[in-house]
């Protein structure tokens, strides 16, 4: 049906997203896929429900897993430590479509199964700031107490402003100390601004390591930055340019930072 679609140019028309092309996605859908007429959303285009159907079908029927979307997640980090430590839990297809931020797809199988998606999806979630996944976890009662840190190191504002909204008493050191070392300023501007939450000095060596500099100027100019190790310096002194150098120390000294051993 596809390749007819993609194909033969006198079947555009049936094939477009238009009235004909309802009509016959819902035919084709009654056809093959009637047990699964109940789960069809009242808003969803029986076009768009056919192809998400017969994805999730395939997949059930042959037992096997679509892949993983690593979008926003450090794909090296995803399978070194979440695969290795949850190997069986990745292998149930609920579990990747919720890691994939299928919102459908995991509510049409809890539906089927009764079986919802393990807590370690919350967090990822978090992390890619899918917000439409977060909330349907949340809703179901699957919860973590380093959902919003998991939001704030990558900056996902919409995520920690929900997350605040369904209860202000959140991890609010650990986020800040997690923005820092991963560097992101958005995670960090919004903290700062929210409850003036701020990170140590000891958080800022990824950031003086990299040269980011827009997270040293942040850490200074909210007092945070107020020493930094030689060892650190040391380091960035040997894998650095001149000019990188040269501005770090001036941005530095001029701020009264502190030299300390270590």
Known sequence: FVTLCSSHRQFSNLCSSKFHSERIFHERFERYYAKYLNYKPATMKW???????????????NNLLPEFDHTGIDEIFFRDSILAELPDEFKKLINVYAYNGKVFEVNLLY?????????????????????????????????????????AEEGHINVMEYLVELDPIQLYDDAVESAAERENLQGLEWLYAYN???????????????????????????GSLTEVRYTILNSFYIQRTLAEINKLYELLFSNGVKIIEG
């Open 47 to 61: 076009r768009d429900f056919y192809i998400r159907i017969a994805n999730l079908d395939y997949y059930l029927s």
């Open 111 to 151: 539906s089927m199964f009764n079986e919802l998606p393990h807590e370690e999806t919350l967090l990822l979630s978090a992390e890619k700031g899918n917000l439409e996944m977060v909330r349907w976890l949340m809703e179901h009662n699957i919860t973590s107490d380093f959902t919003f840190v998991h939001a």
């Open 196 to 222: 003036q939450s701020l990170p140590s000095s000891e958080n800022y060596a990824n950031a003086i390591g990299d040269a980011n500099f827009p997270i040293i100027e942040f850490g200074l100019r909210t």
